[in-house]
């Protein structure tokens, strides 16, 4: 079945950085577009970046600049490196699929910025 194992949040200050990884298990990884969802407290649960299975990417105007989405198809890994975070950027990360959110959702990882 499939698995998202998401990892590497935290507490970090306000322009700070944190790198956030998704190991993918029980799915053609290499052939799938993925992506990268975020939920604050009290707000609904958004796709803020995605990368297709051949390394194009896109990013919500919040992130754009900031965060870069990459892949490891090797290690069947998404990443999200998040720089210049901003208190606004607290909630929790979580990763699916690139187009639709289909997959089973993982128990995401917390990040959290302090002004």
């Known amino acids: 079945q499939v698995q998202l194992v998401e990892s590497g949040g935290g507490l970090v200050q306000a322009g700070g950085s944190l790198r956030l990884s998704c190991a993918a298990s029980?799915?053609?990884?290499?052939?799938?577009?993925m992506g990268w969802y975020r939920q604050a407290p009290g707000a609904r649960r958004d796709r803020i970046a995605s990368i297709t299975s051949g390394g194009s990417t896109n990013y919500a105007d919040s992130v754009k600049g900031r965060f870069t989405i990459s892949r490891d198809n090797a290690k069947n890994t998404v990443y999200l490196q998040m720089n210049s975070l901003k208190p606004e950027d607290t909630a929790v990360y979580y990763c699916n699929g690139g187009v639709l959110a289909s997959l089973p959702w993982g128990q995401g990882t917390q990040v959290t910025v302090s002004s």
């Open positions: 029980g799915m053609d990884f290499r052939r799938s577009a």
